[in-house]
């Protein structure tokens, strides 16, 4: 985990250090151990580095022996070792111990392919001396950040939005787009932000920048749901083997690092496989860290007791109460840089400062998972739909959404209920694409109600949401199958959007903690994506064949136990008897009016309501609504009202063209 920004400026201008500096400023908590800077005429670059593998010698930039491509990442190369030794029986030399520097060679060697060969979370930049050209990348996932500004004849790049708003070309306001897309999809997809003229470069691309201009976004990678020829029929417990193989491979090169890897523990099936397969590679203590809940709603602490007790890992935990959440939620956007419909990344931000408190710069993960291996309610629904869908008048299949909602039985037995109708509507429209996600589109589209009429106007400018990331489908997708299809569209979306960013690189970067994920590793994720549907899905048993990979490796009561979402508090948290004064201050009227994001009256239902029914709670809609509200105008009021500006950083290791003028190591 570090922090990279730059830019390249127009012919008749040059890379001002000034700028750069200010830009790491505003990444120095994503790498406290040092700042490098490189510049070379119109093209400048800084990192702030949070230092794991090579400790003492991997500052960057660093570049191949011939000092004529120059790197800088943000993230870890994991099979690095390997490449390496690859790369040096091809002739290349090697003066440091970094993944940095392995970048560097392989790129000399093997140009963008390389990217290929990378068994990794980055996002990377490497600059051609000679030409002039600036190659920048991002992973497969996305788990890295990469945003890009487009200011005038200036091409900006940056780990955070915050650094890019730094360029005097910048504009301080919200884009009103934003908020639209975030309240139908939960995320602003990759070609836009929560700011005008800021965007990402999406997962699994790469971009050139050179004189003579920028270059469209290349797509290197994608992840393709379907069979592998043979898969059908290949033995379920050969199957279950060859997952926990991958799994377990991609566990061991995520611990290798020159700082002590601790794992996250939440007492789900996923991070209980993460903290086992962890465990078997770790010949020390291994250190878990835990999130628990003062409110029991939430908790799930007996469940990690459970698995820390079987392993015998260190357990560290972090109690959060509903007082918590609310005072964590202005850093929670300052550092998610978007507007967010959950409270959940709140608690996680508590956790990696338990993480860094505890003298830990890295944990394991187990994000991916659900999506890969077919975890969510979102996929079962999906199922039961279809299945109802051959039979619409039954009476008997709805019955199965009481299997995954127990609460719904009397209602289901009944005849049906209000969610019986929720579910059942658009149920027979089997060729939409959207289909696995139109009641969860149903239900966040509801807020739009919340936006100001302008605000919603903007769709008929920029384009309906829906319609934009049918537009970024690939050719693929039709052959996928249903499930795959779901699941294509939620790692397109909430994945890469919501869980990697604002719940994962965001609250981790917050600390200085860098998070790896197992489950996302090439392997794992090729592997998952070539299984046959049945043992991802079998019938609504969700994760089937990762379930039976980890027979024996997890406890029985664990692996048995049905997936719990991970939530956090809502109402209580911000209109409770510990309510923060800042909720009642941007709540007011006059405050939401003057946004002119909102619909004032709207907003003040809302409010009304959430004040009434506290203890109760509101529709999942509502409580969306609730936080997306208060969100967003905190984003307002620390990017644009207010700007939080970091003070300029104090470069450590500087090179000029291919020259290094100054190098004063770690802990500037």
């Known amino acids: 985990m570090c922090g990279i920004a730059g830019y390249y400026t127009s012919p008749d201008a040059r890379a001002e250090r000034e700028l750069l500096l200010d830009m790491a400023g505003e990444l120095r908590h994503r790498g406290p151990d040092g700042v490098g800077l490189y510049q070379d005429g119109r093209f400048g670059m800084v990192n702030t580095r949070l230092a794991i593998i090579d400790v003492q010698g991997g500052d960057q930039p660093l570049s191949d022996e011939r ?24 002739g290349h030399r090697f003066s440091t111990r970094s993944d940095t520097e392995v970048i560097a060679h392989a790129f000399e060697e093997w140009g963008a392919g390389c990217l290929e060969r990378f068994n990794g979370e980055f996002a990377l930049a490497v600059y051609d001396h000679v030409t002039k050209r600036l190659f920048l990348a991002r992973d497969r996932f996305g788990i890295r950040p990469l945003f890009l500004g487009r200011f005038g004849a200036d091409l900006a790049f940056a780990s955070e939005a915050k650094a890019l708003l730094r360029h005097p070309g910048a504009e301080r306001r919200l884009d009103p787009f934003a908020l639209v897309e975030t309240f139908t999809l939960w995320a602003v997809q990759p070609d836009r932000s929560a700011f005008p003229h800021v965007s990402e470069l999406a997962a699994g691309h790469y971009l050139w920048v050179g004189p003579e201009g920028v270059g469209e976004p290349v797509r290197w990678w994608d992840i393709e749901f379907g069979p592998r020829e043979g898969r059908r029929h290949e033995p379920v417990e050969a199957l279950a083997e060859e997952v926990l193989a991958a799994l377990d491979e991609a566990t061991r090169v995520r611990l290798r690092a020159d700082v002590p890897v601790g794992v996250y523990l939440s007492g789900g099936l996923d991070s209980s496989a993460t903290t086992a397969l962890a465990r078997r590679h770790t010949s020390g203590p291994l250190a878990a860290f835990s999130l628990a809940f003062e409110d029991p709603r939430f908790d799930e602490s007996e469940h990690q007791d459970r698995m820390a007790d079987a392993l015998g890992v260190e357990l560290r935990r972090v109690t959060v109460s509903d007082a918590d959440v609310a005072a964590a939620l202005p850093q929670v956007v300052w550092q998610a840089e978007k507007p967010m419909l959950r409270t959940a990344p709140g608690p996680l931000l508590a956790l990696s400062g338990l993480v860094r408190d505890s003298g830990f710069k890295v944990v394991l993960t187990g994000e991916g998972s659900d999506e890969l291996f077919g975890g969510y309610n979102l996929f079962q629904e999906a199922a039961v739909r279809r299945f109802w869908a051959r039979s619409p008048e039954s009476r008997l299949r709805p019955r199965l959404f009481a ?61 309906d949401p829906e319609a934009r990331l049918l537009a970024r489908l690939p050719g693929s997708f039709a052959a996928m199958g249903p499930l795959g299809q779901a699941q294509y569209l939620e790692i397109a979306t909430f994945l890469t959007g919501f869980l990697l960013h604002s719940q994962g690189d965001r609250m981790l970067a917050a600390h200085a903690v860098e998070g790896r994920f197992p489950f996302l590793d090439v392997g794992v994720a090729e592997l998952a994506a070539s299984l046959p549907e049945r043992l991802r899905l079998n019938g609504i048993r969700e994760k089937h064949l990762l379930r039976v990979a980890l027979r024996g490796v997890v406890p029985d009561d664990i692996n048995r136990r049905p997936k719990r979402p991970y939530r956090a508090p809502i109402l209580r948290a911000f209109f409770g008897p510990h309510a923060p004064d800042y909720v009642r201050e941007l709540l007011a009227p006059e405050r939401v009016a003057a946004s002119g994001l909102f619909n004032a009256p709207a907003v003040a239902k809302l409010a009304a309501k959430a004040t009434r029914f ?24 620390q990017f644009v009202r207010q700007p939080r500006l970091a003070p300029r950083a104090t470069p450590g290791r500087v090179v000029v063209g291919d020259r290094p003028v100054a190098d004063v190591g770690l802990g500037v």
């Open 614 to 637: 506290v203890e109760q709670g509101l529709s999942e809609s509502d409580e969306m609504g609730v936080v997306g509200v208060l969100s967003t105008l905190l984003l307002e009021e």
């Open 403 to 463: 299997r995954l909602y127990p609460y719904l039985s009397r209602d289901l037995a009944q005849g049906g209920g209000l969610m019986a109708e929720f579910f059942k509507a658009g149920m027979t429209e089997l060729d939409d694409p959207l289909y696995s996600h139109r009641p969860r589109l149903r239900t966040t589209t509801r807020n739009l109600r919340f936006l100001a009429p302008e605000v919603r106007a903007t769709s008929l400018e920029v384009g």
């Open 67 to 90: 000092g004529r491509y120059w790197v800088m990442q943000n993230g870890e190369i994991y099979n690095y070792p390997e490449l390496r030794e690859e790369l040096a029986a091809l």
